[in-house]
């Protein structure tokens, strides 16, 4: 059965700051997703991570995935208020159909 | 781009009440859509699968006579919470995937019905 954990569970930082989200999964996975979702909203998909060692970058935001470790990290640079939210990993087993397990989410507060 | 639309947002009504949650891919097929439930500060939780022409599937600890789930076209699945009770209040949100798109892209999530049950 797959698992995925992330850490931390809450993240207070201040702006300006550089941290890691990390997200490990249990078994074999081919596809990695980080989601962002804002209170009382849906998800916003991020990225999308196939391959061992892909990296993607969207504005103050990178992911980045290593298979072997079963590990995909989310790295925030430089953090603005606007990126307080929840962000949520999530692994797609071998299926076809694409059922997505997803970690616990980290609630990431940016403050001044 | 692709959109999931989840209707109703928001609905509120008494405990016995059955209360329906239509999701539809407004411009893309999808064979397979699925629903989750999101308890409040808590992950998403899979609950079904939800597949066009044929019978849902369940995860398990879901029951099926309770979430009763519809697919019955590509464009269009619809989950019935049965005989609703306070345990049921939740976030439910569908997810749709493009037929066209091929595994390698995202599922497009519908923004999610707050159900309360009284």
């Known amino acids: 059965e797959l698992k995925v954990e992330q850490n931390p569970l809450f993240l207070s930082m201040q702006e300006g700051k550089n941290y890691t989200i990390y997200c490990n999964y249990s078994t074999t996975s081919d596809r990695l997703y980080w989601y962002r979702q804002d209170p009382g909203k849906s998800l916003e998909s991020l990225f999308v991570l196939l391959s061992n060692g892909a990296v993607k970058q969207e504005g103050r935001l990178m992911a980045s995935l290593d298979t072997k470790a079963r590990l995909s990290t989310l790295h925030i640079t430089a953090a603005v208020h606007d990126l307080s939210a929840t962000y949520f990993c999530?692994?797609?087993?071998?299926?076809?159909?694409?059922?997505?397990?997803f970690g616990q989410g980290t609630i990431l507060t940016v403050h001044p | 781009g692709a959109v999931v639309s989840q209707h109703p947002s928001w609905v509120i009504c008494k405990s016995g009440t059955s209360v329906k949650i239509e999701c539809r891919s407004l411009d893309f097929q999808a064979t397979t859509m699925f629903w989750y439930r999101q308890f409040p500060k808590q992950s998403l939780m899979l609950m079904a699968t939800s597949n066009e022409g044929s019978k849902a599937t369940y995860e398990q600890g879901v029951e099926k006579d309770k979430f009763l789930i519809n697919h019955a076209s590509l464009t269009l699945s619809t989950l019935t919470v049965t005989s609703a009770h306070p345990e049921d209040s939740s976030f439910y949100i569908c997810?749709?995937?493009?037929?066209?798109?091929?595994?390698?892209?995202?599922?497009?999530f519908g923004d999610g019905t707050r159900l309360s049950i009284l």
């Open positions: 997810s749709a995937r493009d037929n066209l798109a091929g595994t390698s892209k995202p599922q497009h």
């Open positions: 999530a692994a797609a087993g071998g299926t076809s159909y694409g059922k997505l397990t």
